[in-house]
């Protein structure tokens, strides 16, 4: 059975960092790409970014409004995806889904963390 | 980036009616359509792939149908559990984007 528990979620001060991660299992996570899609309060969903498998390189895309200062990584060693979250702003606050990604289907999905940028 | 256009953004049915829901590309995106529940305080969940393949669990009330810009998901019969949000996502190009969302309340 897959499963996605993502983790790191939290209070933080605009200007600051954050980091989620996500932990795999149930299916080859080095083979898959992987995706964050985010959801804020009350509001529909967002693509956030996805990176490959490293067979395709490992390579990383990035929604315009996040480009520069969230970065995407992956531990295929531990099974784990993370989402470094540098320079939050308050249109950060949302709950953050990491989900596997075949050639951009979203077939599972973990329960979300909620992130709150708030002064 | 390519626009989804989902409507209608919420709609009031009765247990057992049929229920179609739409979905406008603002570009041909072929058959690179899923569709997705939401229940309140819950993950979304695939329901459809590939504009009209059900993924493995989902019972066949739900039916997806369409090809370059628009698209359709009908439920046929509606149940209490299919009281959701339901949102279209395009994969034919990154970004993935997402339409508005419906959301299905009770009469």
């Known amino acids: 059975e897959v499963q996605l528990v993502e983790s790191g979620g939290g209070l933080v001060k605009p200007g600051g960092s954050l980091r989620l991660s996500c932990a795999a299992s149930?299916?080859?996570?080095?083979?898959?790409?992987m995706t964050w899609v985010r959801q804020a309060p009350g509001k529909g969903l967002e693509w956030v970014g996805r990176?490959?498998?490293?067979?395709?390189?490992?390579?990383?895309d990035y929604a315009a409004p996040v480009k520069g200062r969230f970065t995407i990584s992956r531990d295929d060693s531990k099974n784990t995806l993370s989402l470094q979250m540098n320079n939050l702003k308050t249109e950060d606050t949302a709950v953050y889904y990491c989900t596997t990604d075949v050639d951009g289907a979203l077939n599972y999905w973990g329960q979300g963390t909620l992130v709150t940028v708030s002064s | 980036d390519i626009q989804m256009t989902q409507s209608p953004s919420s709609l009031s049915a009765s247990v057992g009616d049929r229920v179609t829901i739409t979905c406008r590309a603002s570009?041909?995106?072929?058959?690179?359509l899923a569709w997705f529940q939401q229940k309140p305080g819950k993950a979304p969940k695939s329901l459809i792939y590939?504009?009209?393949s059900l993924q493995r669990g989902v019972p066949s009330k739900f039916s997806g149908s369409g090809s370059g810009t628009d698209f359709t998901l009908t439920i046929s019969s509606l149940q209490p559990e299919d009281f959701a949000t339901y949102y279209c996502?395009?994969?034919?190009?990154?970004?993935?984007?997402f339409g508005g969302g419906t959301k299905v309340d009770i009469k």
């Open positions: 990176i490959k498998s490293k067979t395709y390189g490992g390579t990383t």
């Open positions: 590939a504009a009209s």
């Open positions: 996502q395009q994969y034919n190009s990154y970004p993935l984007t």
């Open positions: 149930g299916f080859t996570f080095s083979d898959a790409w």
């Open positions: 570009q041909g995106i072929s058959n690179y």
